[in-house]
């Protein structure tokens, strides 16, 4: 897809600007320049060090201008739809500055994946990036001006050398896995938080909220009509298919991945081809959901793909090189896997995920939800309880205490996140001992019912993940679930509409009850992948050594090697404190590690 580069207050003959010229020359990039500044939209056939140059694709869009009056200031690149109307139109039309500057109205007028970056004319620098983080935006400072991109390759070719690498932003990863935060794995590397806008004046540079999920959900407590989400949903989904000759799906047969399967069915063309795929892994790898993937296929009257993933487990060695990923992923462990799912698609596929419904329509956690329904309906919160503690596991009295802690905890003013939410168990190899750094807390969350807290953070976690390009180095898979106005249509949703003694992610449950098997819509049991990279231990041990032993977090001094080659031994033979995912996190680090090369 195009990307956006661009610098200001550099002189044309610093590297940043030359090579940025460099590059505009491509056929298909798009400039905007003025005096000390360049904003550049380039093709995906540019010659960037570390990507993959091709031809567009059906989708690529080009990048579309923002203007003030008669004068280009700026481009936004990405996809960009309309808000009022027909959720899936196109928005191609130049866009005023003024939506990204005084009224900021850019993410009330458009949704979809963009970053934006426009230059007024007293020479203010803005940049926007959309409210989930469907595109990242890196930036860094650079002998007195900026130098930003969508890609960090892109703006390491900038530069003209890699950063060094902030190894304690790496050794908090392996704890917190993804998660939002201003941080990067390169040292003085700052990338945007999702729905912000960066604002520079001269060499004071300020960070404000375009777009706010907790100012949503203020704005909301309403019970959802089925209705519409259904209508939103197929929307959305329309709105990221587009032209696709193909559509890919990766589906378990669960809930979410189900739904957007029903989704791309409902409004597929002719000319369009869907193809639903299953992998299946070796007996104790995962819980095998291909019956329930089959019988939401069946149902659709699509022909499921099964891929036999025995030869696919994490850390097999893919065909190619590794890509050079924007941050490190557990997902990046799975690079055969992923290479051979790219190549099956084809590259004109558009690859969709059925992710973010956990966190965007919520999964039910200990009984804090009751607490929402005692503020909410008085004394009626209290037969909720108890038609909770009848349909659960959990007493009545401890789901009362759970409920009581979380009421005292919002009378007190408490927050209810940490930035330490997310953390795994600290190894005891992972040096140094101290809890590391916290995620950015997305602004208002914590102020709200732990619930809502919980929810808005796991949806700015997935902001963090969704474009690490880890799918398909060639096209980054999208998410329908996670487009702003599903997420909208959940954060407007009462949490006693979200959660109840019935379940969780109720609306979507009720918007596909009766289109899906009921296998996919009302069943509890979800399926875990952590059994696959526990078998991927013991098929690939030696890997899994070899970037132990002479990875670059030992030689930095973070990881202790015996220690870890132990956790790993144990790990292999079996679950060591449930899934053990920062022993995962670090191989994937490694392997990060040696597609860079720091």
């Known amino acids: 897809m195009t990307q956006l580069a661009g610098y200001v207050d550099l002189h044309p003959e610093q590297r940043p600007a030359r090579r940025l010229r460099e590059l505009v020359g491509t056929a298909g990039s798009v400039p905007v320049e003025g005096d000390g500044w360049l904003v550049a939209g380039l093709p995906p056939s540019a ?54 500057d005084h009224d900021g109205a850019l993410p009330r007028r458009r949704w979809g994946r963009y970053v934006g970056a426009a230059v007024r004319p007293d020479g203010t620098l803005l940049l926007v990036r959309d409210p989930i983080g469907h595109l990242p935006c890196f930036h860094v400072p650079y002998q007195g001006g900026l130098v930003f991109a969508t890609r960090m390759a892109l703006l390491v070719d900038l530069l003209g050398e890699c950063p060094a690498p ?99 069915h409902a409004d597929l063309r002719a000319d369009q081809t869907f193809q639903p795929r299953y992998v299946s892994f070796p007996a104790g790898a995962s819980l095998d959901e291909r019956p329930l993937a089959g019988a939401v296929t069946q149902r659709l009257g699509s022909e499921l793909l099964v891929v036999d993933g025995a030869d696919l487990l994490p850390l097999t060695p893919p065909k190619g090189e590794l890509p050079r990923a924007d941050a490190p992923q557990l997902q990046f462990t799975e690079a055969r896997l992923n290479e051979l799912l790219a190549e099956q698609a084809g590259p004109a596929a558009e690859a969709l995920g059925g992710g973010g419904g956990d966190q965007v329509f919520v999964l039910k956690g200990g009984g804090d939800h009751l607490a929402d329904h005692l ?34 905890r919002g009378r007190r003013r408490e927050p209810a996140l940490t930035g330490h939410d997310f953390d795994f168990p600290r190894p005891a190899w992972l040096s140094p001992p101290d809890p590391g750094s916290p995620l950015d807390l997305p602004a208002g969350a914590a102020e709200l019912s732990a619930v809502r807290a919980g929810q808005i953070l796991g949806i700015a976690y997935w902001g963090d993940a ?22 909208e249509f959940a954060l407007r949703t009462s949490v006693p509409a979200l959660v109840d003694h019935t379940g969780d992610r109720l609306p979507l449950r009720r918007a596909v009850r009766g289109l899906l ?61 449930g899934p053990n995912w920062p022993l995962y996190n670090l191989l994937a680090v490694e392997l990060w590690c040696r597609a860079w090369r720091p």
């Open 466 to 487: 969704v474009d690490r390009e880890h799918r398909n180095p060639h096209r980054p898979s999208v998410y329908p679930l996670l487009s702003q106005p599903v997420v």
């Open 166 to 264: 902030d190894w304690d932003r790496l050794g908090t990863f392996v704890v917190q896995g993804p998660g939002p935060t201003t941080r990067t794995a390169w040292q003085g590397v700052s990338q945007l938080p999702p729905g912000t806008r960066l604002r520079r004046t001269g060499r004071e540079t300020s960070r404000e909220p375009l777009w706010s999920a907790a100012a949503v959900a203020a704005g909301g407590g309403a019970d959802p009509d089925p209705d519409a989400l259904r209508e939103t949903l197929r929307a959305c989904t329309r709105a990221w298919v587009g032209s696709a000759p193909v559509v890919a799906l990766d589906l378990s047969g669960g809930l979410d991945s189900s739904a957007v399967a029903w989704a791309v």
């Open 517 to 577: 098997p009921g296998s996919a819509t009302d069943a509890a049991v979800k399926g875990s992948y952590a059994g696959m990279y526990q078998l991927a231990l013991r098929h690939n041990a030696a890997v899994a050594r070899e970037l132990i032993m002479d990875g670059r977090c030992a030689e930095q001094g973070l990881v202790e090697r015996e220690a870890a080659l132990a956790d790993l031994r144990a790990t292999g033979r079996g679950f060591v404190r």
């Open 375 to 408: 503020r909410r309906r008085g004394a009626l919160g209290l037969v909720e309880a108890w038609r909770e503690s009848r349909h659960g596991l959990t007493p009545f009295p401890q789901l009362l205490a759970t409920a009581g802690r979380e009421l005292r």
């Open 47 to 100: 010659p960037v060090a570390g990507l993959p140059a091709r031809d567009p694709l059906p989708g690529d869009d080009a990048p579309v201008l923002v203007v003030a009056g008669a004068a280009n200031r700026g481009l936004l690149v990405g996809r960009l739809f309309h808000l009022d109307g027909d959720l899936s139109r196109r928005s191609t039309e130049p866009v005023p500055l003024d939506w990204l």
